[in-house]
């Protein structure tokens, strides 16, 4: 068996530590590896580390490759020990001894740094598109289901009257949230390991500098200690990905409740649901709950990788390897999620009950205040008017203006108008509430943020 490091050796790799140390996640940095392979020979022809000549034949070589990789002719081989192997494998056999210099300068300590920098970069780009068509399926939904008013909920218990655009925008706030995060994460993996080599830097007069120019990037490290042994660029994305995936399952599960006949205020097309092989009357919203199972993985790929790191000695380990898949796992989940949870609700079709009288009471309350009644006084006063309906056993829609004057004596006969939980709505005023107004302002700042992610 032939590998990288076999010079000093005298006999081969056992197969047991051979099948448990290859790693064959990281081929889905291949693009990446080449990217960096090609910055990296083009410093050093820069750098007349190598001649001119001999850097424009390796990024020849390389980009042979790219196309050797796009047109899927491109073949790991089992004595490939990782992505790194496989790539200075194969340009030696394309184009001879030249291939041999490749690895001038550098280890596949600064190597994996960056691959996983460049992949994060592209993979972050791709979140943020999902992540906006997400927050675009809520604002399009929240614009569909115009003035229908639901209960907001504390303690699942309804609350105080809003527009169910107001509680979908919630969830589009959300993802803006997210989004920003991802965009911060995306921007600190832009900082080039190159030039690091194994861990201490070089005898050769290597230019971290011009290898991130090349690359394209503005940054590159100062310590290159720092720069083969930290991971906390990946720990952040993976963070990323456990909050959003978190967001969506609060979002899944409220999917799931608003399905069943109890709360009754969605339905999905067959498109969207699953039966049930025993029930024939069953439609089921798995996808909210494959949504909500699969972010425990997630929540467990952030634990991984923090745990991955905690005990690590300066500077490169092997451990290292492992932050791939965690954060590939991490990656493809919320992906998957955000594609088919989003294609999902925007086929959702809203019918929600109305919501109870009683989320008026809060109103009713604010309305003696408006009057100069101290809050906790007109509190009680509701309170007593409550419990005066339940003994009569009316609802507090049915309470008259007899009942209002004898709960406070500052209510008005015309107060009886106010008892319906659009009449809530219609006067709510305060910045950031649950009012049309509101609505209508977010719905117009969302669609700027979006379309500027778009850009
Ligand atoms: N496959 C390794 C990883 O993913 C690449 C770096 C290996 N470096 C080493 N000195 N063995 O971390």
Not at 192 to 218: E, F, I, K, Q, V
Not at 379 to 386: D, I, M, P, R
Not at 387 to 415: I, K, S, V
Not at 433 to 442: L, R
Request: charge should be negative; include cysteine; glycine fraction near 8%.
């Amino acid at each position: 068996m032939s590998n990288l490091w076999g010079g000093g050796f005298t006999e081969g790799p056992d197969a047991l530590l051979w099948a448990y140390t290859v790693d064959t996640a990281d081929h889905r940095l291949i693009f990446d590896d080449l990217r960096g392979s090609w910055a990296h020979v083009g410093m050093l022809g820069e750098q007349e580390i190598i001649t001119a000549e001999e850097a424009d034949q390796l990024q020849a070589g390389i980009l042979e490759l790219v196309e050797e990789v796009e047109a899927g002719e491109f073949l790991f081989l089992e004595t490939d020990e990782d992505v790194h192997s496989a790539t200075e494998r194969r340009l030696i056999e394309k184009i001879g001894d030249l291939g041999r210099k490749v690895h001038t300068g550098r280890s596949r300590n600064d190597q994996i740094a960056l691959d996983l920098r460049l992949y994060l970069g592209r993979s972050g780009a791709a979140q943020l598109r999902h992540l906006a068509d997400m927050a675009t399926v809520l604002v399009d939904q929240a614009e569909r289901v115009g003035d229908v008013v639901v209960p907001s909920y504390t303690h699942l218990q309804q609350a105080q009257a809003v527009p169910l655009a107001h509680h979908l925008l919630a969830y589009a706030e959300m993802f803006r949230r997210d989004a920003e995060r991802m965009q911060a994460a995306i921007y600190r993996t832009q900082v080039s390991p190159l030039g690091a080599s194994a861990s201490g830097g070089s005898s050769l007069p290597l230019d971290p500098a011009t290898s991130a120019r090349l690359l394209g990037w503005r940054w590159h490290f100062t310590n290159s200690m720092d720069a083969v042994a930290s991971r906390d660029f990946v720990a952040e994305y993976v963070f990323v990905c456990a909050q959003t995936m978190v967001h969506l399952s609060r979002l899944a599960e409220e999917i799931i409740l608003w399905t069943t006949a109890e709360f009754g205020w969605v339905s999905f097309p067959d498109t969207f649901t699953t039966g049930s092989s025993a029930m024939p009357h069953k439609k089921n919203p798995d996808v909210a709950e494959l949504v909500r199972g699969r972010s425990a993985g997630v929540i467990g790929d952030l634990a991984a990788i923090m745990s991955l790191q905690k005990g690590l000695p300066m500077t490169y380990n092997r451990d290292l390897q492992e932050d791939k898949r965690i954060v590939f796992h991490a990656d493809d989940v919320l992906a998957g999620s955000l594609r088919t949870l989003g294609a999902m609700l925007a086929t959702a079709v809203f019918h929600p009950p109305a919501p109870n009288p009683e989320v008026t009471a809060l109103d009713m309350a604010e309305l003696l205040v408006g009057r100069g009644v101290a809050f906790r006084t007109a509190h009680e006063a509701v309170g007593g008017l409550l419990l005066t309906l339940a003994a009569d056993g009316r609802t507090f829609a049915e309470a008259t203006a007899f009942d209002l004057a004898n709960a406070h004596e500052l209510f008005e006969p015309g107060d009886v108008s106010r008892l319906d939980p659009i009449e809530s709505v219609l006067h709510r005023v305060s910045p950031g509430g649950g009012s049309y107004g509101e609505v209508v302002k977010q719905i117009k700042r969302l669609r700027s943020l979006l379309a500027e992610v778009g850009n």
